[in-house]
Nanobody, 124 residues
């Protein structure tokens, strides 16, 4: 049974930092691309960043490039999203997803598995 568990969300002031974690189980981690997405009420799930199963390739949304960094700890089956210089518009529920693919996919409905999400709130 595949399970993804996000953690690390919270309330932070603008310009602050948070690190989100996505712990995966029940899958061969190296065969899956992991993506971070975020969603606010009434809007579609938005791509944030993705990393390949081997951890050697990454992709970012333009809105977070230079501020967020995605990384993976393969032995621990965990992907991290380091978020620096946070802005109020980064406020959302953040989800990690897993897709068995070599590619880095930016479309939410391509992902096979999702976690329950973690709330990030950035105050101005």
């Amino acid at each position: 049974q595949v399970q993804l568990v996000e953690s690390g969300g919270g309330l932070v002031q603008a310009a602050g930092s948070l690190r989100l974690s996505c712990a995966a189980s029940g899958l061969t981690f190296s065969r899956y691309a992991i993506g971070w997405f975020r969603q606010t009420p009434g809007k579609e799930r938005e791509f944030v960043a993705a990393i390949s199963g081997g951890g050697d390739r990454t992709a970012y949304a333009d809105s977070v490039k230079g501020r967020f960094t995605i990384s993976s700890d393969i032995p621990e089956n965990t992907v991290y999203l380091q978020m620096n210089n946070l802005k109020p518009e980064d406020t959302a529920v953040y989800y990690c997803g897993a897709e068995q693919t070599w590619f880095l996919v930016r479309v939410a409905n391509r992902y096979d598995y999702w976690g329950q999400g973690t709330q990030v709130t950035v105050s101005s």
